[in-house]
């Protein structure tokens, strides 16, 4: 049973490009959730879909950040118009279904931005 | 509000030895608290978990204590080992819903 995948594991990009970064979860979960980790940092939520819903993006900065869980392939997580502060560790979770809480988190992608 | 207190942030012990890390949070509908452990450059494994109606789990060398009424719980390894360095988070949640994490420990086993 392939845990939770991310890509790309590292992502270059220059101020003012896009970035995408790819989130398949476990086989049979249904909850991702994307938090991002800055160096030396603890994790913050950013945002919570489930199939075409995003549930909680309190963590989502206003501007910028997308994200999306369609009906079929990956969850994304989009930043637009990148900053050297978007510079961070991005990690993806995915949970089973209502009633199971554990969160199984990805590898990560890591951003820099030059 | 959802905010979660570690500590300490660093703790050194010699192999062998026990290590104790501890949170505390303030919201009182939290029922859901995971330990996850991270080493350099990895993805945060989880480790343990206790939800709200458990005052205490134990899973081979590794044990979590809850105490609602004081909105405190922590991670007890016993018999440490050179593998057990690593940064340990805890978190707290409620349902499905968001983790909020703590600061981190960093944990470093003296061989």
């Known amino acids: 049973n392939a845990g939770v995948m991310q890509n790309p594991r590292h992502l270059v990009r220059r101020r003012g490009q896009e970035a995408r970064l790819r989130c398949s979860p476990m086989?049979?979960?249904?909850?991702v959730y994307w938090y991002r980790q800055l160096p030396e940092e603890g994790l913050k939520f950013m945002v919570y879909?489930?199939?075409?819903?995003?549930?909680?993006e309190s963590g989502m900065p206003k501007e910028r950040f997308s994200a999306e869980f369609p009906k079929e392939g990956p969850s994304i997580l989009r930043i637009q118009q990148v900053v050297r502060g978007d510079s961070a560790a991005y990690f993806c979770?995915?949970?089973?279904?209502?009633?199971?809480?554990?969160?199984?988190f990805g590898p990560g992608t890591r951003l820099t931005v030059t | 509000g959802e905010n979660v207190e570690q500590h300490p942030s660093t703790l050194s012990v010699q192999e062998g030895d026990s290590a104790v890390i501890k949170c505390t949070y303030s919201?009182?509908?939290?029922?859901?608290f995971p330990w996850y452990k991270q080493e350099l450059g990895k993805r945060p494994q989880l480790i343990i978990d206790?939800?709200?109606?458990?005052g205490e789990k134990k899973d081979q060398r590794i044990a979590v204590t809850l105490n609602k009424t004081a909105k405190h719980f922590s991670l007890h390894i016993t018999e440490t080992q050179p593998e057990d360095s690593a940064v340990y988070f805890c978190?707290?949640?409620?349902?499905?819903?968001?983790?909020?994490f703590g600061t981190g420990t960093r944990l470093t086993i003296i061989p």
């Open positions: 919201d009182s509908a939290s029922n859901y």
């Open positions: 979770a995915s949970s089973p279904r209502q009633g199971l809480y554990e969160q199984y």
């Open positions: 879909l489930q199939k075409e819903n995003i549930i909680d």
């Open positions: 978190a707290r949640g409620f349902g499905n819903e968001k983790l909020t």
């Open positions: 206790i939800r709200s109606n458990v």
């Open positions: 086989k049979g979960h249904s909850h």
